[in-house]
């Protein structure tokens, strides 16, 4: 078992940043594949960003690309999202989450933990 806890959320201007962290207890992060998803109200959770256990590979989905960053430190047990020039499409409720297979995966299905989620809002 392992519990994510999620900070950094907030309210930004349209072209500013963020970044969020989420935090891991239970297990080592090392074992898991790591992932951020995220959710805007009336739409399905849609993958965001993944990394692998030793932080070598990542995996961005289309519409972050080259704006986001996904990180992480596991001697910390963290894993972290820099977001940068934000738009009001990224508005959502945004999770890490933990996935025990080799693979980084875009899939919801893959991932066994999650975190409460952390609110991000990007004004016009």
């Known amino acids: 078992q392992v519990q994510l806890v999620e900070s950094g959320g907030g309210l930004v201007q349209a072209g500013g940043s963020l970044r969020l962290s989420c935090a891991a207890s239970?297990?080592?992060?090392?074992?898991?594949?790591m992932g951020w998803f995220r959710q805007a109200p009336g739409k399905l959770r849609e993958f965001v960003a993944a990394?692998?256990?030793?932080?070598?590979?990542?995996s961005y989905a289309d519409s972050v690309k080259g704006r986001f960053t996904i990180s992480r430190d596991n001697a910390k047990n963290t894993v972290s999202l820099q977001m940068n020039s934000l738009k009001p499409e990224d508005t959502a409720v945004y999770y890490c989450?933990?996935?025990?297979?080799?693979?980084?995966?875009?899939?919801?299905?893959?991932?066994?933990?999650w975190g409460q989620g952390t609110q991000v809002t990007v004004s016009s």
């Open positions: 990394i692998s256990r030793n932080g070598g590979r990542t």
């Open positions: 989450a933990a996935d025990p297979h080799l693979y980084l995966s875009n899939y919801v299905r893959d991932y066994d933990y």
């Open positions: 239970g297990r080592t992060l090392s074992t898991y594949t």
